[in-house]
C-alpha cells in the first residue's frame, strides 16, 4: 500500500512546505534545549573540579538564559520570513 505522498511507481515527491516548518520547529526546539543542558553540565563539573557546588545552579541559569535568547531569536526569523502568519 502506497501512502498520499508517494507515487506507484516507487519514486518520491520532495517534502511538502508543512514538513519543512516541522523540521525547522524541532531545531528551535533543540536550540532551546542545549544551552540548558550544556550549562548544567559544564556548571557542575566545573564545580567538582573547582570544589564549588553551586556553579551547577549558576550554568543552569546561565543556559536558560541562553536558551531563551536563541528561541526569540529563532521565533523572530521564522516569523519574518515571506507567507508566516502573524499571531492573532
Same mark, same amino acid.
Given at each position: 500500500m502506497t501512502s498520499a505522498r508517494e507515487p506507484s511507481d516507487g519514486t518520491r515527491l !520532495?517534502?511538502? #512546505?508543512?514538513s519543512a516548518d516541522l523540521f525547522r520547529f524541532a531545531a528551535i526546539g533543540l536550540e532551546f534545549f542545549s544551552p540548558i543542558v550544556a550549562g548544567i553540565l559544564g556548571g557542575y563539573y566545573l564545580g567538582e573540579? +573547582?570544589? =564549588?557546588?553551586? +556553579?551547577g545552579l549558576i550554568g543552569l541559569i546561565g543556559g536558560v538564559a541562553v536558551g531563551f535568547y536563541r +528561541? =526569540?531569536?529563532?521565533? #523572530?526569523?521564522?516569523?519574518? #520570513? !515571506?507567507?508566516? #502568519?502573524?499571531?492573532?
Open positions: !520532495p517534502p511538502t #512546505r508543512g573540579y +573547582l570544589h =564549588i557546588p553551586w +556553579l +528561541l =526569540i531569536v529563532e521565533v #523572530r526569523s521564522f516569523m519574518q #520570513r !515571506p507567507g508566516a #502568519r502573524s499571531p492573532r
